[in-house]
T-cell receptor, first 113, second 116 residues
């Protein structure tokens, strides 16, 4: 079975550019989560969706970050404009039901120069 | 508010030693879930175990075992006869059971190094 698929795996771009991270959750999963991992702050939940509806976006750092889930099989996390402090590994995860184990993608390593 | 504390930042042991990773949590809910995840050097996060607050039975899976004690709000993880492949960062996590909430709060992780 295919796991959570994230793209790209690596992204290097200059500050000010728009960055779009993509995620395809496991088929049938109704929850989707976006996390950011840095050495300083660890794993932070940015936003999560249930049945394509954003439930909690309190972890989104600022207005430069936005996330969408247009359908059950696709989500995007967008940063515009990007800044060097956005450099991190961004993980997408999905689960079937609330409070269930989350299955993580391999992450996108983002570097903003 | 929920909180997960992994006081051990790094642990290094020699192969075949037993090692215990500590996890202490805080929550006001009576129903909650605890998790352990493994993050090997390759970077992916791998689910290991989920335990609900009403099940205090210890769990054993091969060389891995988990000790859940509500009295001390702890959910410790022991690796018996450690192997080099166990080297990873291990995260403990907590999720509270509310109507539509499914936020998992992760601890800061313990980096485990197993030396040959």
């Amino acid at each position: 079975d295919a796991g959570v698929i994230q793209s790209p795996r690596h992204e290097v771009t200059e500050m000010g550019q728009e960055v779009t991270l993509r995620c395809k959750p496991i088929s049938g999963h109704d929850y989707l989560f976006w996390y950011r991992q840095t050495m300083m702050r660890g794993l932070e939940l940015l936003i999560y969706f249930n049945n394509n509806v954003p439930i909690d976006d309190s972890g989104m750092p600022e207005d430069r970050f936005s996330a969408k889930m247009p359908n059950a099989s696709f989500s995007t996390l967008k940063i515009q404009p990007s800044e060097p402090r956005d450099s991190a590994v961004y993980f997408c995860a999905s689960s079937y039901g609330g409070n269930q184990p989350q299955h993580f993608g391999d992450g996108t390593r983002l570097s903003i120069l | 508010a929920q909180k997960v504390t992994q006081a051990q930042t790094e642990i290094s042991v020699v192969e075949k030693e037993d090692v215990t990773l500590d996890c202490v949590y805080e929550t006001r809910d009576t129903t909650y879930y605890l998790f352990w995840y493994k993050q090997p050097p390759s970077g992916e996060l791998v689910f290991l175990i989920r335990r609900n607050s009403f099940d205090e039975q210890n769990e054993i899976s091969g060389r891995y075992s988990w000790n859940f004690q509500k009295s001390t709000s702890s959910f410790n993880f022991t690796i018996t006869a450690s192997q080099v492949v166990d080297s990873a960062v291990y995260f403990c996590a907590l999720s509270e059971s509310r109507s539509s909430a499914s936020k998992i709060i992760f601890g800061s992780g313990t980096r485990l190094s197993i030396r040959p």
